[in-house]
């Protein structure tokens, strides 16, 4: 049972046009949500954060929305840039202690 | 050092042998996770301490697999017996506790492979 879902598993961009991450849920019960960046042989790194009491939240190039009724929240880069070439995973956490449950991931590819 | 710092970063194991994986948390972080990440997918839960406490295990997929962390401090997790379908790679996590953030900090993991 997935409850996170990334039904893309890669994107292209070219540098300086936007790049739009989604990312679907099942569990209404998520109060906190998560993009983490990942490059080749490396652990996750935490990006931007969002809890379900907002539906926006900006830091930098990076702005992560909530469409709680949809269960639907994406990450916006912009401009994109070829350092931001990673695979990107949604997180999210329900209550009580961090236990993160993570999506399955979409390799971000910015072109120059 | 100032991350989390994970040990060894890549194990070759021979199917039914035991390994241990270990796991520096960042000084002072109460909490930390062990999670598998198979090729292809996204991390999976596997247990979780609360300093010593190991207050949730619910995502061990067997017997063969214990971690410990006695002192509240570092952790290891073993996987006895190893199979083919251990090969992964195994994160550990820290952070604070949930009232100080919700920020997760990852190691870089350990990339076991069992032949």
Known sequence: DQQV?????SLSVQEGRISILNCDYTNSMFDYFLWYKKYPAEGPTFLISISSIKDKNEDGRFTVFLNKSAKHLSLHIVPSQPGDS???FCAAIRGGYQKVTFGTGTKLQVIP | GAGV??????????????VALRCDPI????????YQQALGQGPEFLTYFQNEAQLDKSGLPSDRFFAERPEGSVST???QRTQQEDSAVYLCASSLPRDSG???YF??????TVV
């Not at chain 2, 190691?107 to 076991?112: A, C, F, N, V």
């Open chain 1, 5 to 9: 879902k990334q039904n893309s598993p």
């Open chain 1, 86 to 88: 990673a695979v990107y």
């Open chain 2, 5 to 18: 710092s994970q040990s060894p970063r890549y194990k070759v194991a021979k199917r039914g042998q035991d």
């Open chain 2, 27 to 34: 000084s002072g972080h109460v909490s930390l996770f062990w």
């Open chain 2, 77 to 79: 997790l073993k996987i």
């Open chain 2, 102 to 104: 919700n920020t997760i």
């Open chain 2, 107 to 112: 190691g870089e993991g350990s990339w076991l």
